[in-house]
């Protein structure tokens, strides 16, 4: 899994902070001025539950080596603007794939995937050898299969994935995903996602362990 943080919301005044711009956001619906501290004006504002103010800020992170089955649960978060590599027009006679330490740690799992993978290779080859085009032969390919994909997703609906997808009852894949993303972010506006952050850490020091 590789993820990068490759866009950030900039604010065209000050120094050009996301919490300068969410800071600013919040101050029109008070009327109000800024006293220099952008961190503690929203963590009050966070604490009140007023979460509206930090959509004005998004994040654009480039993931890959991610299968298949987690991008069908990070595309289910609606509020986001996602480019996948498509299947459709990418070959995939070799296709890399993501295999569950919980198959990769079983001698007998392992060897009945290693079967099932040969058997799809050999099946994806075939059909396009007889001329099936990739947008058909691809039916035949795994949620296991690898993809990269572009997300952009607003600072409210980030902490939203967060809260749902690093808890315990998550997917692992997806968990780990999350908790990658929010270590990125987390510099860049800590007042928005270090409480998040520090209550993971401290609720479930298992998750940092790798």
Known sequence: MQVELIALTQY???????????EHAGRVCYRSESRGDPAKFLRARLREGHESLIEHASATFEI???SRACSHQLV?????????ESQRYVDASEPALVVPDAIAE???ARAAWEGFIENVKTTYQELRELGILKEDARFVLP??????IIVTMNFRELLHFF???????AQWEIRRLAIVMLELLAPHAPAVFDTVLHDLRTAHPEFFAA
């Open 12 to 22: 065209l005044r000050g120094n050009g902070t996301p919490e300068e711009l969410l």
């Open 143 to 148: 949620n296991a299969a690898e993809t990269r």
């Open 76 to 84: 289910r978060h609606r509020l986001a603007s996602y480019s996948q």
């Open 163 to 169: 809260r749902l997808r690093i808890t315990p009852e």
């Open 106 to 108: 079983d001698p007998r």
């Open 64 to 66: 890959s080596g991610i």
